[in-house]
């Protein structure tokens, strides 16, 4: 009997939390949403991953890629964000 393939949830969630995360990480005001939505996104992609290792060909290639691609984003966002929060916090950007 042959399984269905269907989106893996939350892997267009990852993605654009990653990608919200950079551009947001430079704005002053919005650093610290740039840091919670990096961090859902790394979660969202790390859970993600781990579905997919479970059920093995369940899911699409290409939602399994999202997820990864939202997990990378999201890392690098919550870095930007932790970095730009330790600039403005140190007044080195005034």
């Known amino acids: 009997m042959k399984q269905e393939e269907r989106n893996l949830p939350l892997s267009t969630v990852a993605m654009v939390f990653g990608a919200l995360s950079i551009p ?26 781990r579905t997919q290792a479970r059920h093995l060909l369940r899911y699409t290639p290409t939602s399994v890629n999202r997820a990864r691609k939202g997990w990378k984003m999201g890392a690098i966002g919550t870095g930007c964000s932790l970095l730009m929060w330790m600039l403005w916090a140190s007044n080195a950007l005034l």
Do not use: E, Q, R
């Open 24 to 49: 947001l990480a430079f704005t002053v005001h919005l650093v610290s949403l740039a840091l919670v939505l990096g961090l859902l996104a790394l979660g969202f992609g790390l859970w993600g991953d």
